[in-house]
């Protein structure tokens, strides 16, 4: 497999202008993760971004995932996205990215827009860093439960058919009258295909003994962020073939006629999610 190293990171990232979204929201409606990469641990082996397992929280939308580091912004980070990944990468994992004998700041990929009720209800940014020297974690138990490297080119080079395919089931109250909730279930539209991409993590560190690193994926923002990183904005999405001369189209949902219509939509009104992810409807 080809690899992926660090200066090809950083020459790309110099050289993109990602999409930075101006959406007005909450300071509690705003995210942000790092991605940290390093050279490979061997010469000839793919440059690594570090990963957590995200430790069971009840209450958490986020729990249990395999994920970046990072949080949503505070009052205290004064609206600064730089601010708010060093703070969360910190509490997380323990290390101080602002540290710049060690790490050093690569760029940005394009923001994520989460869309409810036909507005944007969050925006998560990302930003990237090349670790220039090794560091030594310090997991937080209450938020991450393991933390480990993935070769970047498992996604750079990953194609659809290395995707699995679940389906997740849009939870009552999520953004959505119960009336509403009640007709997208009788119609099927109340279960959503997730594209999960299976990976391995390297040099994992614990918080306990007992945390299992396997059976790990990557999937949802983090997939979206990681193929923004890995593979130049070029999407890698679960597709299903249409029985007409071989034409596919993204797959969203159990039947073709609900997916054909929201790749028309988004062929017709949001090309930009489309084309590079940058906007994920809930």
Not at 16 to 21: A, K
Not at 81 to 96: C, K, M, Q, S
Not at 112 to 124: D, F, K, P, S, T
Not at 149 to 162: E, H, R
């Amino acid at each position: 497999m080809p690899t992926i190293t660090v200066s090809q990171l950083a020459a790309r990232l110099s050289q993109e202008e990602p999409f930075l979204s101006a959406a007005v929201t909450p300071v509690k409606s705003r995210a942000m993760v790092g991605c940290i990469v390093r050279p490979g641990s061997e010469p000839g082996q793919s440059a690594e971004m570090l990963t957590i397992l995200r430790a069971i929280r009840e209450g958490d939308p986020w729990s249990g995932q395999t994920a970046f580091p990072g949080g949503r912004c505070e009052i205290e980070d004064d609206g600064d996205d730089l601010a708010t990944v060093i703070r969360e990468v910190r509490e997380e994992v323990g290390i101080n990215l602002a540290d710049e004998t060690h790490y050093r700041l690569l760029g940005r990929v394009s923001d994520i827009e989460i869309y409810r009720r036909g507005r944007i209800h969050m925006v998560i940014g990302c930003l990237v860093f090349e670790q220039l020297a090794p560091d030594s974690l310090n997991l937080d138990p209450r938020e991450v439960s393991a933390s480990g490297w993935v070769p970047l080119s498992l996604i750079g080079y990953a194609t659809s058919d290395d995707l699995h395919n679940t389906y997740w089931t849009v939870p009552r109250g999520w953004g959505l009258p119960s009336y509403l909730h009640g007709y997208l279930e009788l119609i099927g539209l109340n279960r959503v295909a997730l594209a999960t991409l299976p990976i391995v993590m390297r040099d994992p560190v614990k918080a306990r003994p007992d945390v299992s690193v396997d059976d790990l994926s990557l999937w949802g923002i983090t997939l979206q962020f990681s193929t923004m990183i890995a593979r130049a904005g070029s999407p890698l999405r679960l597709y299903r073939k249409l029985p007409i001369f071989g034409v596919r189209i993204p797959r969203k949902f159990n039947s073709i006629f609900h997916d054909l219509l929201v790749a028309l939509y988004h062929s017709t009104y949001n090309r930009r999610g489309l084309r590079d992810g940058s906007a994920m409807h809930l």
